[in-house]
């Protein structure tokens, strides 16, 4: 296999985007009311592999947060994930000789999918671990990584019991938040809670058993497939401007970025307006969710925040926050500091 293509800054997100739509919708959402906030039609929205930037799907998971009341929705979405998804990556996973050359695959093409993360494999002390490891420009919520584990677990799950595999892959799951009845029920599995990474712990016996009989003619298809996406996979102008601004919103000029594209200041603005935004909506949006990472992480305080955003002084930061979120960014940390 190839080695692994280096992402954009901000890279993009569509993989939990497809199958989640019909999974959402069967569940509470109604057509338009997912329109509205991602500003795209539900025809944009299903387009495979459109690119968009991360905060499409920050703003994705809030609202289904927010209309579902209920901060596992991810857990309810991901279980519906094999039967809704259909990609070049889950069919790969299903025609892999092993469960080893699945999750090969998955190490190499999933962040294209999904902009968040990149997938690790481990081997050690006799185990094997997926790992899954931030590499977008935006933390992942913790909605979508639960969708995304749910997930995984039932494609391992499905691909051994179409191999007539009567034993359980999944010996446990890690999870970076905290831990609820509600994820060892759904996940199926022992769960360990506040991990420095999500991750799933394998059956390394089962990671290596022969599975399905071997189609090399499909898997190369796939694999074919799969690298002409990616290669013809090209940003659009928000993608661009997402990636320009998140590289660092400090200094982010739209005279400067404009002079980067070669387009005229006044054709860039059509063209953005087009696709539902302005630049100082766009630079405003980054800096709501940027700042929600900053503050979590607790690394930096809030005058180093406020810097890194590109505000001036503290007390414009303040005044910001307070009208994204409803409060002040100290007690956002705290909020969040104390579960």
């Not at 929205?45 to 809030?62: D, E, G, I, K, V």
């Not at 997926?130 to 909605?143: D, K, T, W």
């Not at 949006?285 to 929600?292: G, I, V």
Request: charged share 20%.
């Amino acid at each position: 296999m190839s080695k692994t293509h280096p992402q954009s800054v901000n890279a993009f997100y569509a993989h939990p985007l497809l199958p989640s739509l019909s999974s959402f919708l069967s569940l509470f959402l109604l057509p338009f009311s997912l329109s509205s906030p991602l500003l795209r039609s539900l025809f944009d929205l299903r387009t495979p592999f459109s690119r968009m930037p991360l905060l499409m799907s920050r703003r994705f998971w809030a609202f289904a947060v927010e209309q579902s009341g209920d901060p596992l929705i991810g857990l309810a979405a991901g279980e519906r994930f094999v039967s809704t998804a259909t990609n070049g990556l889950t069919y790969l996973f299903d025609v892999a000789v092993s469960l080893e050359r699945a999750c090969e695959f998955f190490a190499e093409y999933f962040a294209f999918f999904n902009g968040h993360f990149r997938v690790q494999i481990l081997r050690e002390d006799g185990g094997v671990t997926l790992r899954l490891v931030e590499a977008g420009s935006l933390g992942a919520p913790a909605a979508l990584t639960d969708y995304i584990l749910v997930s995984l677990c039932s494609l391992v799950r499905r691909k051994l019991l179409a191999s007539g595999v009567n034993r359980d892959p999944v010996l446990g799951v890690a999870l970076v938040s905290a831990s609820r009845e509600e994820h060892v029920s759904a996940l199926r599995t022992p769960v360990s809670a506040e991990q420095s990474c999500a991750a799933i712990h394998l059956d390394p016996q089962l990671f290596v058993m022969p599975l399905t009989p071997g189609n090399p003619g499909l898997e190369t298809t796939l694999v074919d497939l799969l690298e002409q996406t990616r290669r013809h996979s090209e940003s659009t102008l928000l993608g661009q401007l997402s990636d320009f601004l998140i590289e660092d919103l400090a200094s982010a000029d739209w005279q400067q970025f404009c002079a980067t594209q070669h387009v005229l200041e006044r054709t860039a603005a059509r063209r953005l307006k087009a696709l539902g935004w302005t630049f100082s909506e766009l630079l405003d949006e980054h800096r709501r969710y940027r700042a929600e990472d900053l503050l979590q992480s607790g690394a930096l305080g809030l005058v180093d925040v406020a810097d890194r955003l590109g505000y001036s002084d503290v007390q414009g930061f303040n005044r910001a926050f307070a009208r994204w979120l409803g409060c002040a960014p100290g007690e956002y940390r705290a909020r969040f500091n104390n579960g």
